[in-house]
């Protein structure tokens, strides 16, 4: 069977839908990319977009995509919530079926190797295709983000690891690796105090003692008058969505404020769901099997 790779490219345009459908319409034409979903937004103003396809067609495609993300954002005028350091952000791949994480890391670095060559972009590899280990953590390649960057690009230590060592003049610069499945997960609180989000998000974040495998963020959701938590749970076999869930609602307590809701960012594997429907319904022996639509898919 064919090898198969989810590739989850992010971009920092979230608000003109007709730049959003350019960017995507690669992934849309391109025979072996399946397309699964996009998904934009206007106060982080950023775009994921979430496929699945064979290493040769995601490459082909992708670098299309980043060729027409280059031409149309500038990040000169690039305003948005989310952390960022480039016109095309980020570009995570990870093996799904017959693909082992040695081969979405092959795949990761010829990628990053031609959008350099074709794009004369600076190129930072992270997760496991990381050649540093203190580029392992996108947090710490992204810290300074891209008006930072200017200054950080020409130390000797972030020397880019494909490319020119300066920013692209509009396009900034890209990240791009191989990882576990990571899932956005965000938390809306009944508050626009954006320094209680950012005070909770400490708190629950592994890199300041919180939660493993959970990077946190306060976010200000302008156009809903709130404020939000955004995670990205990197593991979530090893740290469940639910468990995060109720330390944000533990932490806001202290506060005095309340959780609206919960959204996701692009699509999750289900047994990141199941572990939250056992937790809270107290499922007892809850296999996977037991998921209809998991034993009708056994045989296909």
Known sequence: MTELFECIPNYSEGRDQNKIEKIVRPFKITKGVKLLDYSADKDH??????LLGNAQALKKSVLKSVEIGIDLIDMNEHKGEHPRMGAVDVIPFTPVRNAKMEDAVILAKEVAKNCAKLYNLPIYLYEEAANFEQRKNLA???KG???GFFKKIKK???KPDFGPQK???TAGATVIGARMPLVAFNINLDTDNLKIANKIAKKIRHSNGGLRYVKAIGINLKE???VQVSMNMTDYTKTSLYQSFEMVKFEAKRYGINILGSELIGLLPATALFDVAEYYLGLEGFQKEQVMENRLL???
């Open 145 to 147: 983000e891209y008006e």
């Open 224 to 226: 809903r008058n709130i």
């Open 167 to 169: 920013l692209h003049p």
């Open 45 to 50: 103003n950023r775009l994921v977009v979430t």
């Open 298 to 300: 056994e045989d296909i």
């Open 156 to 158: 000797e230590e972030w």
């Open 140 to 142: 710490n390649i992204r």
